[in-house]
């Protein structure tokens, strides 16, 4: 059976490092960085991990600066 290509409508819940870092725009090296120091959550899949969406947002909630209002 052939396989699918993936389209924005049928990504998979959970991606590599190689798709998080496409879809994200966070490079694929300081994603790993950001496993390796616990920061971010992955799944442990053989040898490869795998990042959900949430896990981005998640991380991303924890380091952003708020903008100042109204200088």
């Given at each position: 059976?052939?396989?699918?290509?993936?389209?924005?409508?049928?990504?998979?819940?959970?991606?590599?490092?190689?798709?998080?870092?496409r879809i994200s725009?966070?490079?694929?090296?300081k994603l790993r960085?950001?496993?390796?120091?616990?920061?971010?959550?992955?799944?442990?899949?053989?040898?490869?991990?795998?990042?959900?969406?949430?896990?981005?947002?998640?991380?991303?909630?924890?380091?952003?600066?708020?903008?100042?209002?109204?200088?």
């Open positions: 059976m052939a396989r699918k290509k993936e389209t924005a409508d049928t990504l998979p819940m959970l991606k590599t490092v190689e798709q998080m870092s725009g966070i490079g694929e090296n960085e950001l496993m390796d120091s616990g920061e971010l959550e992955y799944v442990q899949n053989g040898n490869r991990r795998l990042i959900a969406d949430t896990a981005i947002w998640d991380w991303y909630n924890r380091v952003k600066t708020t903008a100042a209002k109204g200088a």
